[in-house]
């Protein structure tokens, strides 16, 4: 099944690196500009696919590796871990032009989340995969295999154990060979959960498609899984509406399966993607005490952020216009 792309001049491209309480007198002028160069790095990474007629797909994955593999975000190195000390990694893609979807949770030793999303999509019949079972399936489709110590850093440890110390909880022993991932993750903000990265894109044949890719939340308990790999919920592509990536507490966005929800008023309510998103995080998630935002793109090109906490690591680019990073609320 193909939906009809309208093949375009342009491109566009949103990418996120987690919603949360993130405010100016929290992060150093040195933190800030990590974290802004970092979105940069990331953001150009998949507006290089873009430009060059690259595959929105494409794009994504470009984007996400690279804030994978960058400890200052909640995904691959530099996840939060779980209240075992594990990290235990969820992501998510989808193809806006078939319906195609993959993600993976709970998985431990692949580099890459992202990539093992897509081979389940693109290398599978199924759709989702979790555990064993996808690590599994990873190393057999010869995906880059890592050490858990590769995912440690030393910030999200002590998250972990200010999270636990509050509840009350045993502190469980380091992963084997911990070793703090690089000196940039000295530069992160410390704080529990955010960090979670996503990336929505519109490529020059008109196709959208987003990917979600994270460690969680800190502390975590009992094989959780929040909203990322959730198709739907923090996770959702199609070329008859929009693409959507999602940030923030997931089991407030799995009940209202924030993602689908904003492209359902796209597609029947003939809504504005910013109009959606607004009415989805500002007025819904809000009603029911979520906290968290997304991203959106759709085919004609429209792009959109929303959110309901103080700051978002955020940024978009077109092929008309020039990039635009932001983290604090009263940034544009
Ligand atoms: N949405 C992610 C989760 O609930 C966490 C986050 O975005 O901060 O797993």
């Known amino acids: 099944m193909k939906l ?3 093949a375009t001049s342009t491109w566009a491209i949103v990418v996120h690196g987690g919603a949360g309480v993130i405010e100016r007198k929290d992060l150093s002028a040195e933190q800030e500009s990590a974290y802004r160069a ?4 990331a953001i150009q990474a998949g507006a290089a696919v873009l430009t060059k007629g690259g595959a929105a ?13 960058d400890p200052l975000f909640n995904a691959g190195r530099g996840a939060v871990f779980t209240a075992e000390g594990r990290n235990e990694l969820d992501a998510a893609i989808m193809d806006g032009q078939t319906l195609a979807a993959g993600a993976v949770a709970g998985i431990t030793r692949t580099r890459h989340p992202i990539s093992l999303a897509r081979r389940v999509m693109e290398k599978s019949s199924h759709v989702m995969l979790i555990s064993a079972g996808a690590d599994t399936f990873s190393k057999e489709q010869g995906l880059e295999q890592v050490e858990p110590a590769w995912f440690y850093t030393e910030r999200r440890w002590r998250a972990l154990e200010t999270f636990l110390k509050e509840k009350g909880l045993p502190i469980p022993p380091k992963p084997a060979g911990a070793r703090d991932a690089s000196t940039t993750a000295n530069l992160a903000h410390d704080e529990g959960k955010k960090g979670t990265v996503g990336v929505a894109a519109l490529d020059m044949s008109g196709n959208i498609a987003a990917g979600t890719s994270t460690g969680g939340t800190t502390g975590k308990r009992w094989g959780r899984v929040g909203d990322s790999p ?6 959702y592509a199609s070329n008859t509406s929009c693409a959507v990536s999602a940030t923030g507490t997931g089991e407030y966005f799995i009940r209202l399966a924030v993602a689908r929800e904003i492209c359902s008023l796209v597609e029947h309510k003939g809504m504005k993607l910013q109009a959606a998103a607004d009415e989805v995080i500002q007025k819904q998630l809000t009603a029911i005490g979520g906290d968290g935002g997304i991203i959106a793109v759709a085919p004609d090109g429209q792009m959109a952020w929303s959110f309901n906490t103080s700051g978002m690591y955020r940024a978009r680019m077109s092929k008309d216009q020039p990039v635009l990073i932001g983290i604090y609320k009263d940034e544009k």
């Open 4 to 6: 009809p792309a309208q």
């Open 38 to 41: 970092g979105m940069n790095r």
């Open 57 to 69: 797909l494409d794009a994504i994955e470009a984007t996400i590796q690279l804030m994978e593999d």
């Open 230 to 235: 959730i198709i739907g919920a923090g996770t």
